[in-house]
């Protein structure tokens, strides 16, 4: 949802026309790891990923800013619309890497990591989301509370990771907005500015 709904300052058009005008893109998403100490054991994390040149690095950040605060979440008719898209999205990728799904399916009834993966990209995700669609009028106020919960759990300082590649002598600039983003999150108030 986040990167596909209006934002305090932009429509969802303006958004998406600004972001690719200026930088590589971005994309929000979920991360599993696998931890290396215990068999069966993951790490799953809430990212957000973008890609500019030097020149561009406050334009993404502003973004990923205006992304992660200012998402109007709210917004019912726009969450159908991209609830509908992503059902035919993942309907079409179930098809087409049909034997990429089973293996999912099948490793998901023994690995919790699998599971996982599954409940996110998989049969489950599409029931999910079918579901989603199915009973949107009935259940819209529930799903756009949940979506605002979700995002105060998951959107937190103490959770703020990075990863940068990139040359280095622009790693202090994109560690400078990199604390500036972090002292900004959802809920915390822009701190240190």
């Given at each position: 949802?986040?990167?596909?709904?209006?934002?305090?300052?932009?429509?969802?058009?303006?958004?998406?026309?600004?972001?690719?005008?200026?930088?590589?893109?971005?994309?929000?998403?979920?991360?599993?790891?696998?931890?290396?100490?215990?068999?069966?054991?993951?790490?799953?994390?809430?990212?957000?990923?973008?890609?500019?040149?030097?020149?561009?690095?406050?334009?993404?950040?502003?973004?990923?800013?205006?992304?992660?605060?200012?998402?109007?979440?709210?917004?019912?008719?726009?969450?159908?619309?991209?609830?509908?898209?992503?059902?035919?999205?993942?309907?079409?990728?179930?098809?087409?890497?049909?034997?990429?799904?089973?293996?999912?399916r099948g490793a998901s009834y023994d690995s919790p990591m699998a599971y996982f993966q599954d409940q996110m990209s998989g049969i489950g995700y599409y029931q999910f989301i079918e579901a989603a669609e199915r009973?949107?009028?009935?259940?819209?106020?529930?799903?756009?509370?949940?979506?605002?919960?979700?995002?105060?759990?998951?959107?937190?300082?103490?959770?703020?990771?990075?990863?940068?590649?990139?040359?280095?002598?622009?790693?202090?600039?994109?560690?400078?907005?990199?604390?500036?983003?972090?002292?900004?999150?959802?809920?915390?108030?822009?701190?240190?500015?």
């Amino acid at each position: 949802v986040l990167g596909y709904v209006d934002t305090e300052r932009f429509t969802y058009g303006e958004l998406f026309n600004e972001i690719n005008a200026s930088t590589g893109g971005i994309q929000c998403g979920v991360e599993v790891f696998e931890k290396a100490a215990s068999t069966g054991e993951f790490q799953a994390m809430f990212s957000i990923r973008g890609k500019a040149l030097y020149q561009k690095l406050e334009f993404l950040f502003d973004m990923m800013e205006e992304i992660l605060n200012t998402s109007k979440v709210e917004d019912t008719r726009r969450l159908y619309e991209i609830i509908a898209q992503v059902k035919s999205r993942a309907q079409a990728n179930l098809v087409s890497a049909g034997h990429s799904t089973a293996v999912l399916r099948g490793a998901s009834y023994d690995s919790p990591m699998a599971y996982f993966q599954d409940q996110m990209s998989g049969i489950g995700y599409y029931q999910f989301i079918e579901a989603a669609e199915r009973e949107f009028e009935e259940k819209k106020d529930q799903i756009v509370g949940n979506l605002k919960r979700l995002l105060r759990e998951i959107l937190s300082k103490d959770s703020f990771c990075i990863s940068y590649t990139g040359e280095k002598e622009s790693l202090s600039k994109v560690q400078q907005l990199s604390s500036k983003l972090k002292n900004c999150m959802k809920g915390e108030g822009c701190k240190g500015e």
